[in-house]
């Protein structure tokens, strides 16, 4: 049976713990200062790195684009020969000439696009997985923490308990 002083000893207690952040007020852990800190730094050189992916990605595709410029032109001339050359052999040349053109055009719009999808998945599946490990990482922080602080809870109400045995011996 807890004395009146026990449950005001244990009330503090809980006062400094709720003060101090380890529990808030609804009994669930709080992030301290420090961690929030390491996420915000964590957050801002992921920021970091996805824009120095997407300026290098920029770069990439825009001389990526200046070369399709110049494939263009030269597809377009090699083009105008082919159609030339058929007009004479073929008199649904024309048509077939137009359809390849066509296909020609979908190919090249295609192939940058799918490899653009391959990219970003990969890149969304790294980001995911070291999201889902660090989030492991701190639900196995918090758990030690708690765990820790329940021992020490545990190991002061011991000896509070061993200091007012004595105490009360010596009356």
Known sequence: MTTPKQMEQQQQQVVKMKNSGIISYSGSPMIDDREEEMTRSALSAFRAKEEEIEKKRKEVSDKVQAQLGRVEEE????????????SFV????KEVTIVRKKIDLVNRELKPLGQS???KEKEYK????????KSKEKAQLLTKLMELVSESEKLRMKKLEELNKHIESLR
């Open 117 to 119: 999808c391959q990219r």
């Open 90 to 93: 073929d008199p649904a040349g």
């Open 126 to 133: 790294e980001a995911l997985d070291a999201f889902n490990a």
């Open 75 to 86: 597809t377009k001339r090699l083009a105008e020969i082919r159609e030339k050359l058929e």
